[in-house]
């Protein structure tokens, strides 16, 4: 199993103090240095970079959330759920489940694979 790349010590030292949300820090172009890098594609690239990390890391609530959900369809024998404009329907195809509301009096398309 390779090493993993340690953080230099300042970086380290900010993450802690800024907890999860610290930031990448980013360092201003010194004058008379030959880097080629374009600045506003590194600054663009760090803020998805940023962005990116925390939709993955708010996704591993919502695959615990979507597990449970199954787990009470199937523990009630439900494959479909009704109730106002929530509507919850178990996919057969990997095991999964859809949730959507539904505005009131809009027609929804049938779907004949669904069992009430």
């Given at each position: 199993?390779?090493?993993?790349?340690?953080?230099?010590?300042?970086?380290?030292e900010l993450r802690r103090y800024l907890g999860r949300a610290a930031k990448r820090l980013r360092a201003p172009r010194l004058p008379g240095l030959e880097d080629t890098a374009i600045e506003a594609i590194e600054n663009a690239a760090t803020d998805y970079?940023?962005?990116?990390?925390?939709?993955?890391?708010?996704?591993?609530?919502?695959?615990?959330?979507?597990?449970?959900?199954?787990?009470?369809?199937?523990?009630?024998?439900?494959?479909?759920?009704?109730r106002g404009d929530l509507v919850v329907e178990l996919t057969s195809e990997k095991e999964s489940v859809r949730v959507r509301r539904v505005k009131p009096g809009k027609p929804e398309p049938e779907d004949e694979s669904a069992v009430a």
């Open positions: 199993m390779p090493k993993r790349k340690q953080a230099k010590p300042r970086q380290r970079e940023e962005h990116r990390d925390e939709r993955l890391a708010a996704s591993k609530p919502e695959v615990a959330a979507k597990q449970r959900l199954i787990g009470v369809m199937h523990a009630h024998g439900k494959k479909q759920y009704r």
